[in-house]
């Protein structure tokens, strides 16, 4: 089918969509609106006087609690089949129930396994929850390890709980806000039927300025099917990646790499190999973030025609004239190695029939240059048979 | 007055504003519900259900990016509508009536897409995949431009032009292997 032929019947169904039927009361939705407020208002009293109460008796729980805590020392060997190479302390929980907490101070997560079903993670995940469900206190929960989170993520889905979900997130530039959040949420399965075991490595985390990226796998049958990526923020909080949130398992990922003198020495070579003829073979079998930082030294020194020659081209993909680009105004110049600690690449999208997909590479921002919540650049790649190029205005 | 105005009013509870801002944008509601697959006899529902929906965050949003959040509430109005709809069918497949049901609904439809060639190209749409027919709905029936394409689904502009072009791309297929009827026929 012909473009234009194309183009002239979409024109003809949108005409044809004018016949929408519409039976829209106003007054039947501000009656609405109405009542939904008096109602809330309603039970916003009934709350009031419950909460009240509950503070109350949360107050004396809580002191029982904190003198348990200091008590409780024993240790008690796990005898679950589903949990391995983990020792438990026992503690009293805050309804009388016993639950178990990981160790505290334990700088370096260890790697575990945890086979499914498991009804002591349940458990211990179900306090969690309790907690800070009652308490919102995020701080509760720098005792829970990666897979902990992971679980924990899954059963308040379930519950379909997007206000405590919402928590569970580590806040980017690209956050909503809680109402934003909630208003959009839909209810994910973290961890597939299927699944028969959740595993953290210790290999595949990494410490970057006080905070640990890792992925933890679930697997079925000891094959992963999927990984999910989270990051440990400086609190000690395993928190979920927004932008990011799961990936699946046969996604393209380039672990962290801290832009050290070895990565910059690695991406200066390959710049100057590269800039000479603008020779692919040079960088067709390089890391997408080699190949990005080859684009970012480019930028540094103002060599519009090694970014141009890095750049996605073709007819699906926006891009200006040769010329064009080579007469936009430089801006100044941004000095990567300066700007940035660390870089990372996921892929985002599927791949297509040809092999061809998109991902990002993440940028980590020096301590000194991180305002707000953005605490990294992301910046597009798209990864060709010939090697990885650039979008157009990769930075996001 | 003026939108923002209405806006402002409507945010500081004024109920006749936000009357007169349902007023100017419910044919857009009704409108993108039914071209995202909402069936003719639910779009009262569904338009009835983004607005009270609105109204509750009303007070958080930006005044300029409400048309923006209309377009979010309503794709997720939507997604609710796909998922009950599923339910309602389960349970219309276990009652033994269920096709007098299925004609109504299909007769409200036919109102709407008179000619042949609008019905199949209608249903090729609603095959796609979501990330694809979202943002042709967008582009081609809401005359959306790519940046606000990208804001309501929260994607990036490459990504927006990529769907919109393999979307293009499987429409046209999906188009040739049905025949390509026109005009009437």
């Known amino acids: 089918m012909e473009d234009n032929q194309f183009e002239r019947r979409m024109k003809l169904l949108e005409k044809s969509y004018d016949r929408v039927p519409s039976y829209f009361n106003i007054d039947e939705v501000l009656e609405k609106i109405e009542e939904e407020s008096t109602s809330r208002m309603e039970k916003s009293i009934v709350r009031s006087t419950k909460w009240q109460k509950v503070s109350v008796s949360l107050i004396s729980v809580a002191s029982i609690l904190l003198v348990a805590m200091i008590s409780a020392s024993f240790r008690e060997e796990s005898n679950n089949q589903g949990v391995e190479e983990l020792e438990f302390v026992e503690i009293p929980a805050l309804h009388g129930k016993s639950t178990l907490l990981m160790p505290s101070n334990h700088d370096l997560p260890k790697s575990e396994v945890i086979h499914l079903p498991n009804s002591v993670l349940q458990q211990k995940v179900h306090e969690y929850f309790k907690l800070i469900g009652t308490s919102k206190n995020l701080q509760l929960l720098n005792q829970a390890s990666a897979i902990e989170i992971v679980f924990l993520m899954h059963y308040m889905n379930e519950l379909k709980n997007p206000d405590l979900i919402y928590y569970l997130y580590r806040p980017t530039d690209n956050f909503p806000n809680e109402s934003e959040f909630i208003t959009s949420w839909q209810p994910q399965e973290v961890i597939p039927k299927e699944a028969t075991a959740i595993q953290y490595s210790e290999e595949l985390t990494t410490e970057q300025e006080g905070k640990y990226y890792t992925t933890v796998e679930i697997l079925r049958d000891h094959q992963v099917i999927k990984v999910i990526p989270l990051i440990r923020n400086n609190e000690g909080i395993w928190q979920f990646d927004y932008d990011i949130k799961e990936m699946p398992f046969d996604y393209y990922r380039e672990y962290l790499l801290p832009i050290n003198d070895e990565a910059k020495g690695n991406i200066l070579n390959l710049y100057d190999a590269f800039k000479k003829q603008h020779d692919y073979s040079v960088i067709q079998n390089e890391p997408a973030i080699y190949v990005a930082g080859i684009y970012l030294e480019a930028f540094k020194k103002g060599d519009v025609e090694t970014q141009y020659e890095l750049l996605v081209k073709g007819e699906d993909f926006f891009m200006p004239s040769r010329d064009e680009f080579l007469s936009y105004p430089k801006g100044n110049a941004l000095d990567w190695e300066e700007q940035f600690t660390a870089f990372e690449f996921f892929q985002t999208e599927d791949s297509q029939s040809n092999g061809e997909f998109n991902g990002i590479v993440w940028f980590y921002l020096n301590d000194s240059l991180i305002n707000g919540d953005e605490s990294r650049k992301g910046f597009q790649m798209r990864k060709t048979r010939d090697g990885w190029r650039v979008h157009f205005m990769p930075f996001q | ?185």
């Open chain 2, 1 to 185: 007055m003026e939108e923002i105005q209405l806006i402002e009013m409507a945010q500081r509870g004024d109920k006749a504003a936000y009357g007169e801002l349902m007023n100017l944008h419910y044919r857009t509601v009704e409108k993108f519900a039914f071209q995202c697959g909402v069936k003719a006899n639910d779009i009262q529902d569904v338009t009835q259900e983004v607005f009270i929906k609105l109204y509750r965050f009303l007070h958080q949003f930006e005044q300029d990016r409400f048309t923006t959040w209309l377009y979010k509430i309503t794709l997720n109005a939507t997604r609710d509508y796909y998922r009950k709809e599923r339910r309602e069918k389960e349970k219309e497949n276990k009652i033994q009536n269920s096709q007098n049901l299925w004609k109504s609904s299909i007769s409200a439809d036919s109102k709407i897409l008179v000619f042949e060639e609008n019905i199949e190209i209608h249903e090729a749409i609603q095959k796609l995949d979501d990330k694809y027919k979202i943002p042709i709905v967008l582009y081609y029936f809401q005359n959306l431009t790519y940046n606000q394409i990208s804001d309501v689904l929260n994607i990036s502009l490459a990504t927006v032009k990529t769907r919109l072009l393999r979307g293009k791309a499987q429409l046209k297929t999906e188009l040739s292997l049905s025949g390509g009827t026109e005009y009437g026929r």
